[in-house]
């Protein structure tokens, strides 16, 4: 394991976190679940029928006496969970509806998260993104001068670390969502003790070309110094401009950025998406995440195609955001 989660091991260790898992009928997400609870990391709050989880533990030879498990189907606060989503939803959900609705167990774990009986909820095994992100963002919302949540990677390679974003969620975000982005993914990076030096990308560095697009990330560098007038940040930044010294020194030679860029922007879901993929296939980086920023409280989407280890490890980050 990496020193990366090493240390948010160190961090979230014995704090009594608690993460929501609405996937309990998954072999994945009970063996991570198993660990993290056996390894005093944190509690486990498994959503689901618990003879059906507890006859799966007792065939996957796994221990849950660390986990708590909760059925919507027999929870003793339901209707107190029923009044606060109606509440919450400002009368875009009646009673009657908000009672079908929880028994979802994506919305069923993210009310356990909103009203303070977990600390954050991890899902996506099993199901889609838009499953795990609508509950999310209809519930726990976005912090307050936070228009809109986005969704970064790490990139880990050995002693190697980097902030992709966004790569999950916003397909063509404007100037100040790409500013908004900026701050947040700074933010992000602070937590896996990166310090932050922020490039915005583009296929242009410092006006070679010029394009509604390329002006779309001028205009989100100059939001983000007006939001932030600390942050580290500049652009627009071909890629090698922004990574490689030499090409910075050549291209960029008057930017507070020389080539040693650590939290890439990238100008469109459909460029971050190719770019992570890129790094973590032909340049052999782990990809963790999607993280989900910009949120009240962390809910963090797995990708389908998961396996136990990435369960375990965003397990761990979702643990780290909740002490921020």
């Known amino acids: 394991m990496s020193d990366l989660f090493i240390g948010l091991k160190e961090k979230v260790s014995g704090k009594k976190i608690k993460i929501v898992f609405p996937e309990g009928s998954d072999e994945r997400i009970l063996k991570a679940a198993a660990r993290l609870g056996n390894e005093n990391i944190l509690i486990p709050v498994i959503i689901g029928n618990p003879n059906d989880i507890h006859k799966k533990a007792s065939e996957l030879n796994i221990s849950l006496e660390s986990a708590e498990i909760v059925n919507p189907n027999d929870y003793p606060e339901m209707d107190t969970l029923i009044a606060k989503f109606v509440e919450r939803r400002k009368g875009k959900a009646t009673e009657e509806q908000a009672r079908k609705i929880l028994l979802d167990e994506n919305y069923f774990g993210t009310m356990l998260v909103y009203t303070n009986k977990a600390d954050g909820l991890v899902s996506g095994a099993i199901h889609s993104t838009a499953d795990t992100v609508r509950p999310a963002l209809q519930i726990i919302k976005t912090k307050e001068g936070v228009s809109k949540t986005s969704g970064v990677f790490i990139m880990v390679r050995e002693d190697e670390k980097y902030v992709f974003a966004d790569c999950a969620i ?119 995440g999607p993280i989900l920023q910009g949120l009240n409280k962390p809910v963090n989407d797995l990708s389908r195609g998961c396996n136990e280890e990435d369960v375990y490890k965003l397990a761990l980050i979702t643990a780290a955001q909740s002490l921020k």
């Open 170 to 288: 916003n397909i063509a975000p404007d100037s100040k969502d790409l500013a908004e982005i900026a701050i947040e993914s700074s933010k992000t990076a602070d937590m896996f003790s990166i310090k932050p030096r922020v490039a915005m990308l583009s296929f242009s560095t410092k006006g070679s070309a010029k394009s509604p697009e390329t002006e779309k990330v001028e205009e989100a560098v100059k939001e983000a110094k007006l939001r932030e007038p600390s942050l580290v940040i500049d652009g627009e930044f071909q890629f090698d401009a922004a990574f490689v010294p030499s090409v910075a020194k050549q291209k960029a030679p008057d930017s507070t950025l020389q080539g040693d860029a650590n939290v890439f922007i990238f100008p469109s879901l459909e460029a971050g998406n190719i770019g992570y993929k890129i790094a973590q296939r032909l340049g052999n980086f782990e990809a963790v």
